[in-house]
């Protein structure tokens, strides 16, 4: 009998695949298609067994929806670009390309072993350059579209690596690499015109309907559509020019509670203010040293600097507000000015105590039991606007109204008293996408002083990056790289310089689901390609991807529509979206000398009796279970797991344990279990040849019945995500046929049929089972097995018998039995003779289909 050996099995049926080019994904009219992705990674080095459980879930999808029909598209790529391999290359002396195209060939090396059904001719990374050779082209088609401009804006300074950093690149105001005080600098940036389509983008998400409700509410919030009115106090000794300072707020229900008016550091007044002013200009300068977050500026101290300008307010022009420069307050948000009502704002009360300024409530609650007002020492009062307060201070008088009933109020009031107006703005801000790295996609543009920014001719794409830099001083090597950075002008000849500033790489990812439907095409997409391709039906990926990236991917999709690359049907790039959960390890910790943590890999520990040993005998502490992080060396490699247990063994273990959505905690344990049970199938497999011709009477037909059940359930699970529960339902069945007193012939179909519905998850063992029973061709290319509908109906019933309340036995019964008969099988049973010890019982109740009764 042969013996359940992956290393011999899985590199045989990944050969015959590729033989056969299986998942080679050609256009096909005469079938339905189905496009499966998952969210591609960086190439950092190593995959662990996180991105193993990612890419079985969307391999589980493309070998499933293969076998139903459907012509699939299953592709991979990298997303290749970014800072970190430029760090390697500072640490290191290399190159970044070098670094980044060897942990490609790593990562690949990793992925193949597992048997994933992906189209790898379709491969490619962002850092080709026919890649980003075709997103310049997207570029200067969006930049004739109106769609991208360059202008001065405030952005996060590094001062150490000399860039400009994203948002998420700032932690706790710092840099998140070097570690240096990040600063609000104003640069020369360029953007896309994303809030052009707020309106749009918001008003879209209620027609995702297979997104996940958590991703929708992310992706709204980010958007941030609020109802507000827009105006204009006027001033009282500003300088020449600024006699009115432009406000909108979001609450002009609490206008009469004004206490002072905010602007940014940024703002024109301030800047204005600092040219002729050290002491303005110096906190302005200060202010500026933290990052421009609203999670940054919230944790911030709040600061301010009276100007010694002051407003008049709209409604009582002899009630005057002073101004000051705040460094909360961002200049990109509504008009970089605020008024500030610290009656129900705890940031602009605590700006108001700081600053002894003035507490004026507005409203209070209805039943103002146990409240302390901010003006004696409460906090700031701030309801739900749906709740009901009592305007106290308003601008119509006492009144009891919702927050929001207030709202629109004050707006209508204010819009006929000829104050400002009623505006719907947008939190959502233009993507600023300049980047002053090297290790990017170059910006295709030439600046002459004659002719301004030029955009370069398509004929002159790629841009390509030059190989010769250096990174032995901080800024961007471009910068200082006279042959690639000086260039004739394309328009006039005259000469010019290159922009060397490199693309924000969320650029990269917001469109790579388009190219992998035409990946070799001599444009960014073949329309023919993408009309059959496109929408993304499945797309799989970390829930924190949920705003910036889908939210980029959504615009780009609709820019490139508009510029012609993508059909009206695409705008929405991606039907379904599923974010799964984390895979995670125990972390293994000793201590330094000097008192450091040190950290410790998995296979460098040694676990006995609920405590972890290094190889030399060090005790370890164990930390519970944590997200896998290379920084604590809590990963898994998947080639060891390959090498100890075969590929099988980690898709089914990652799949089986928890919901696909939740955290699946990696054991050695589970590991084993796993390998196991696949063994116990392969066992089954070879036994079924030394089954007998004839099964015991009814055998045949209770096996081919479950085998029926299973088909069905399996299919459940798999098209609803449940692959944990499909997977229960395997483990089920298999026990079912290794019990099972059937003939050889009903045994070999079941067993051809658990080795079916097994192959999305453990897809080598499959092909053997199946080719060992004489299974035609690749499992993988065989039809998905129908469950006959018939063979689902339950002609029996199981019901337990309770007696005097206590569940004693269980009796199976046809399902139509009559209540009279179902009593008198309940009062044969063994159990119940022997609780009525020769008696007669006091009743019998039948609860059809449900539960019998006895009561003694």
Same mark, same amino acid.
């Given at each position: 009998?042969s013996?359940?050996?992956?290393?011999?099995?899985?590199?045989?049926?990944?050969?015959?695949?590729?033989?056969?080019e299986?998942?080679?994904?050609?256009?096909?009219?005469?079938?339905?298609?189905?496009?499966?992705?998952?969210?591609?990674p960086?190439?950092?080095g190593?995959?662990?067994?996180?991105?193993?459980r990612?890419?079985?879930?969307?391999?589980?999808?493309?070998?499933?929806?293969?076998?139903?029909?459907?012509?699939?598209?299953?592709?991979?790529?990298?997303?290749?670009?970014?800072?970190?391999a430029?760090?390697?290359?500072?640490?290191?002396?290399?190159?970044?390309?070098?670094?980044?195209?060897?942990?490609?060939?790593?990562?690949?090396?990793?992925?193949?072993?597992?048997?994933?059904?992906?189209?790898?001719?379709?491969?490619?990374?962002?850092?080709?350059?026919?890649?980003?050779?075709?997103?310049?082209?997207l570029?200067?088609?969006?930049?004739?579209a109106?769609?991208?401009?360059?202008?001065?804006?405030?952005?996060?300074?590094?001062?150490?690596d000399?860039?400009?950093?994203?948002?998420?690149?700032?932690?706790?105001?710092?840099?998140?690499?070097?570690?240096?005080?990040?600063?609000?600098?104003?640069?020369?940036?360029?953007?896309?015109?994303?809030?052009?389509?707020?309106?749009?983008?918001?008003?879209?998400?209620?027609?995702?309907?297979?997104?996940?409700?958590?991703?929708?509410?992310?992706?709204?919030?980010?958007?941030?559509?609020?109802?507000?009115?827009?105006?204009?106090?006027?001033?009282?000794d500003?300088?020449?020019?600024?006699?009115?300072?432009?406000?909108?707020?979001?609450?002009?229900?609490?206008?009469?509670?004004?206490?002072?008016?905010g602007?940014?550091?940024?703002?024109?007044?301030?800047?204005?203010?600092?040219?002729?002013?050290?002491?303005?200009?110096?906190?302005?300068?200060?202010?500026?040293?933290?990052?421009?977050?609203?999670?940054?500026?919230?944790?911030?101290?709040?600061?301010?600097?009276?100007?010694?300008?002051?407003?008049?307010?709209?409604?009582?022009?002899?009630?005057?507000?002073?101004?000051?420069?705040?460094?909360?307050?961002?200049?990109?948000?509504?008009?970089?000015?605020?008024?500030?009502?610290?009656?129900?704002?705890?940031?602009?009360?605590?700006?108001?105590?700081?600053?002894?300024?003035?507490?004026?409530?507005?409203?209070?609650?209805?039943?103002?039991?146990?409240?302390?007002?901010?003006?004696?020492?409460?906090?700031?009062?701030?309801?739900?606007?749906?709740?009901?307060?009592?305007?106290?201070?308003?601008?119509?008088?006492?009144?009891?109204?919702?927050?929001?009933?207030?709202?629109?109020?004050?707006?209508?009031?204010?819009?006929?008293?000829?104050?400002?107006?009623?505006?719907?703005?947008?939190?959502?801000?233009?993507?600023?996408?300049?980047?002053?790295?090297?290790?990017g996609?170059?910006?295709?543009?030439?600046?002459?002083?004659?002719?301004?920014?030029?955009?370069?001719?398509?004929?002159n794409?790629?841009?390509?990056?030059?190989?010769?830099?250096?990174?032995?001083?901080?800024?961007?090597?471009?910068?200082?790289?006279?042959?690639?950075?000086?260039?004739?002008?394309?328009?006039?000849?005259?000469?010019?310089?290159?922009?060397?500033?490199?693309?924000?790489?969320?650029?990269?990812?917001?469109?790579?689901?388009?190219?992998?439907?035409?990946?070799?095409?001599?444009?960014?997409?073949?329309?023919?390609?993408?009309?059959?391709?496109?929408?993304?039906?499945q797309?799989?990926?970390?829930?924190?991807?949920?705003?910036?990236?889908?939210?980029?991917?959504?615009?780009?999709?609709?820019?490139?529509?508009?510029?012609?690359h993508?059909?009206?049907?695409?705008?929405?790039?991606?039907?379904?979206?599923?974010?799964?959960?984390?895979?995670?390890?125990?972390?293994?910790?000793?201590?330094?000398?000097?008192?450091?943590?040190?950290?410790?890999?998995?296979?460098?520990?040694?676990?006995?009796?609920?405590?972890?040993?290094?190889?030399?005998?060090?005790?370890?502490?164990?930390?519970?279970?944590?997200?896998m992080?290379?920084?604590?060396?809590n990963?898994?490699?998947?080639?060891?797991?390959?090498?100890?247990?075969?590929?099988?063994?980690?898709?089914?273990?990652?799949?089986?344990?928890?919901?696909?959505?939740?955290?699946?905690?990696?054991?050695?344990?589970?590991?084993?279990?796993?390998?196991?049970?696949?063994?116990?199938?392969?066992?089954? %497999?070879?036994?079924?040849?030394?089954?007998?011709?004839?099964?015991? #009477?009814? @055998? &045949? $037909? !209770?096996?081919?019945? =479950?085998?029926?059940?299973?088909?069905?359930?399996?299919?459940?699970?798999?098209?609803?995500?449940?692959?944990?529960?499909?997977?229960?339902?395997?483990?089920?069945?298999?026990?079912?046929?290794?019990k099972?007193?059937?003939?050889?012939?009903?045994?070999?179909?079941?067993?051809?049929?658990?080795?079916?519905?097994?192959?999305?998850?453990?897809?080598?063992?499959?092909?053997?089972?199946?080719?060992?029973?004489?299974?035609?061709?690749?499992v993988?290319?065989?039809?998905?097995?129908?469950?006959?509908?018939?063979?689902?109906?339950e002609?029996?019933?199981?019901?337990?018998?309770?007696?005097?309340?206590?569940?004693?036995?269980?009796?199976?019964? %046809?399902?139509?039995?009559?209540?009279?008969e179902?009593?008198?099988? #309940?009062? @044969? &049973? $063994? !159990?119940?003779?022997? =609780?009525?010890?020769?008696?007669?019982?006091?009743?019998?109740?039948?609860?059809?289909?449900?539960?019998?009764?006895?009561?003694?």
């Amino acid at each position: 009998m042969s013996r359940y050996d992956p290393a011999l099995i899985e590199p045989k049926w990944q050969a015959a695949w590729d033989e056969a080019e299986t998942f080679r994904a050609v256009r096909s009219e005469d079938k339905p298609k189905y496009y499966v992705l998952e969210m591609f990674p960086y190439p950092s080095g190593r995959i662990h067994i996180g991105h193993v459980r990612n890419y079985t879930m969307g391999d589980v999808i493309a070998r499933y929806k293969l076998s139903t029909g459907h012509n699939v598209l299953h592709p991979m790529g990298f997303d290749a670009f970014g800072m970190p391999a430029e760090n390697a290359a500072m640490a290191s002396g290399g190159h970044p390309k070098d670094w980044t195209y060897a942990n490609i060939d790593t990562m690949v090396a990793q992925m193949k072993p597992l048997g994933f059904g992906l189209d790898w001719s379709r491969m490619f990374a962002t850092c080709d350059p026919e890649y980003y050779g075709q997103q310049q082209a997207l570029f200067l088609d969006f930049l004739k579209a109106g769609l991208v401009y360059r202008k001065n804006a405030v952005v996060n300074w590094d001062p150490v690596d000399m860039t400009v950093l994203a948002n998420e690149q700032v932690i706790e105001a710092k840099g998140w690499r070097s570690g240096a005080e990040v600063e609000r600098r104003e640069l020369t940036q360029w953007f896309f015109k994303i809030s052009d389509f707020a309106g749009e983008l918001l008003e879209a998400i209620d027609g995702l309907d297979d997104w996940p409700a958590k991703v929708k509410l992310m992706q709204a919030n980010w958007i941030g559509r609020s109802r507000g009115l827009q105006f204009a106090f006027s001033t009282v000794d500003a300088p020449e020019g600024f006699d009115r300072i432009e406000v909108y707020t979001t609450r002009p229900d609490t206008l009469m509670g004004a206490s002072f008016v905010g602007i940014s550091p940024d703002h024109p007044l301030a800047r204005q203010l600092e040219r002729h002013d050290p002491k303005v200009a110096a906190f302005c300068a200060e202010a500026r040293r933290g990052g421009t977050t609203e999670e940054a500026l919230e944790k911030a101290e709040k600061l301010g600097f009276d100007t010694g300008i002051t407003v008049r307010h709209p409604f009582d022009t002899a009630w005057e507000l002073p101004v000051y420069i705040a460094n909360f307050i961002l200049m990109d948000y509504g008009t970089g000015a605020i008024f500030g009502c610290p009656a129900h704002d705890q940031r602009d009360l605590d700006f108001a105590r700081k600053y002894e300024l003035p507490v004026r409530s507005t409203f209070e609650p209805v039943e103002a039991t146990e409240f302390t007002p901010p003006e004696e020492g409460g906090p700031a009062y701030v309801p739900p606007k749906s709740e009901q307060v009592k305007y106290i201070n308003g601008l119509e008088g006492v009144q009891i109204w919702t927050g929001e009933e207030g709202v629109e109020r004050a707006v209508d009031f204010c819009e006929s008293h000829g104050v400002g107006q009623g505006v719907t703005k947008y939190r959502l801000r233009d993507w600023g996408l300049s980047r002053q790295r090297y290790w990017g996609c170059p910006i295709p543009v030439v600046h002459c002083e004659a002719c301004g920014t030029v955009p370069e001719k398509k004929e002159n794409l790629p841009v390509r990056l030059p190989d010769d830099v250096s990174f032995d001083v901080p800024g961007n090597p471009l910068d200082r790289h006279p042959t690639w950075r000086d260039v004739p002008c394309p328009q006039c000849g005259a000469p010019a310089q290159r922009e060397t500033d490199t693309m924000d790489t969320f650029v990269d990812s917001s469109w790579y689901f388009a190219r992998f439907t035409a990946p070799r095409a001599e444009t960014p997409t073949s329309m023919e390609d993408a009309s059959y391709w496109m929408n993304v039906d499945q797309y799989i990926g970390g829930i924190e991807h949920a705003i910036l990236h889908l939210l980029y991917s959504r615009f780009f999709a609709r820019a490139m529509h508009i510029t012609g690359h993508l059909p009206q049907t695409a705008i929405e790039p991606f039907d379904a979206l599923f974010t799964q959960g984390m895979v995670t390890h125990a972390i293994y910790q000793t201590k330094s000398p000097e008192g450091r943590p040190v950290y410790h890999y998995p296979e460098d520990v040694v676990l006995r009796d609920g405590k972890a040993f290094l190889k030399d005998g060090t005790e370890a502490e164990i930390i519970p279970s944590a997200k896998m992080s290379k920084s604590k060396n809590n990963v898994v490699d998947p080639q060891d797991i390959v090498r100890t247990y075969g590929a099988d063994t980690a898709r089914w273990f990652v799949l089986s344990d928890s919901p696909p959505e939740r955290d699946v905690e990696w054991t050695a344990a589970g590991a084993e279990a796993a390998h196991r049970h696949l063994s116990r199938v392969h066992r089954i %497999a070879t036994e079924i040849a030394g089954a007998p011709e004839q099964g015991e #009477a009814g @055998a &045949d $037909e !209770a096996l081919l019945k =479950a085998m029926h059940k299973c088909i069905f359930d399996v299919k459940q699970g798999i098209e609803s995500f449940g692959f944990n529960a499909a997977i229960a339902r395997l483990y089920a069945f298999t026990g079912t046929l290794q019990k099972s007193a059937a003939g050889r012939a009903a045994k070999t179909e079941a067993a051809k049929t658990l080795a079916q519905l097994m192959a999305p998850m453990t897809p080598h063992l499959a092909e053997d089972v199946w080719h060992m029973l004489g299974g035609e061709g690749l499992v993988a290319e065989a039809t998905w097995p129908k469950a006959d509908e018939a063979m689902l109906v339950e002609d029996s019933v199981t019901l337990p018998i309770q007696v005097n309340g206590k569940r004693r036995s269980e009796i199976t019964v %046809a399902k139509d039995m009559p209540k009279d008969e179902v009593e008198k099988v #309940a009062l @044969a &049973d $063994e !159990a119940v003779q022997r =609780a009525l010890e020769g008696g007669a019982p006091k009743k019998v109740i039948v609860v059809p289909g449900r539960i019998v009764n006895v009561v003694l």
